[in-house]
């Protein structure tokens, strides 16, 4: 890990861009949390917190040609989680969720960690690893 950190640090220190991925589900931690687990660590390989942000959406957006994503502003798509705290001054390791606007519709946390219906994604090979994650999954 520090070895990972240094060479980021380096990455930075050439004005490299830096993106940060959603590879999800990976090893065991559920979707989402991999990404604010990236999120924190390019923060503590000293990416600023608001770099770090933009490093999981307009720049990923931008990088991938695509200006109607990673914004929020009037004409793009977004779905955005609402988190306590000023995320532009610091990541915490553990992400306090208000709720989470997808599609436009308004979720409360606790109706998210309900136990999901996988009839619909029971076949699916990422929803096959995703309810292996799920099934591991320790209470909070």
């Not at 994503?69 to 969720?97: F, S």
């Amino acid at each position: 890990m520090a070895a990972a950190q240094r060479f980021q640090g380096l990455l930075l220190a050439r004005d490299v861009p830096v993106l940060a991925g959603s590879d999800t589900p990976c090893g065991g931690i559920l979707p989402g949390q991999s990404l604010w687990r990236e999120l924190s660590l390019l923060v503590a390989a000293g990416l600023a917190p608001v770099d770090a942000l933009r490093a999981a959406t307009s720049a990923a957006a931008d990088f991938l040609g695509r200006p109607e994503l990673g914004r929020l502003q009037k004409g793009c798509a977004a779905d955005i989680a609402i988190v306590r705290g000023d995320l532009t001054r610091d990541i915490p390791d553990r992400p306090e969720i208000e709720r989470v606007v997808r599609d436009g519709v308004d979720y409360q946390p606790a109706a998210l960690l309900q136990a999901p219906d996988d009839s619909a994604w029971r076949n699916d090979p990422w929803g096959r690893q995703f309810a292996q994650h799920w099934s591991k999954r320790s209470p909070s």
